[in-house]
């Protein structure tokens, strides 16, 4: 690989890929946002629509979204006639933070950072 775009250089060994770092250079991390419930929210409804609602987990870096999922059950009732009652559950979709990240800045290849609470990116400088 070209050193202008990736800064690393592939040399192989028995047959397996392995990336050294060129020497002098340097990876900088910094953050690109903060995590807040506003991002959560728009995240959820944009994925799963209107009527959605989330739970932001810093800590164990995951964004759960929850909507109301309607079921149809088939009951046999009296006489052959046969009933469908509605039933209604919450369906639960955890996500990992980092999809929170790539959906805030799409194609930067963000990730979590900071206890759950910022997005980061990174660049080489030599």
């Known amino acids: 690989m070209s050193s202008a775009v990736c800064a690393l250089v592939a040399t192989s060994a028995i047959g397996e ?5 060129i020497p002098g250079q340097r990876r900088v ?3 690109i946002s903060d995590i807040n419930p506003s991002d959560a929210e728009r995240f959820c409804k944009d994925n799963y629509g209107q009527n959605t609602s989330f739970r932001l987990e ?3 870096d995951r964004v ?3 909507r109301r999922q309607t079921n149809q059950e ?3 009732g009296t006489g052959g006639v046969n009933l469908t009652i ?6 639960e979709n955890p996500h990992h933070l980092n999809d929170l990240c ?4 799409p194609n930067y290849g ?13 660049y080489w400088t030599w």
């Open 58 to 60: 810093p800590e164990s």
């Open 74 to 76: 088939l009951q046999v």
């Open 86 to 91: 509605p039933t209604e559950e919450w369906a």
């Open 64 to 66: 759960i979204c929850a």
């Open 102 to 105: 790539n959906y805030k800045h």
């Open 17 to 21: 890929a392995v990336f050294a770092q």
């Open 110 to 122: 963000t990730w979590v950072g900071d206890g759950g609470r910022s997005c980061y990116d990174s």
């Open 29 to 31: 991390i910094y953050k």
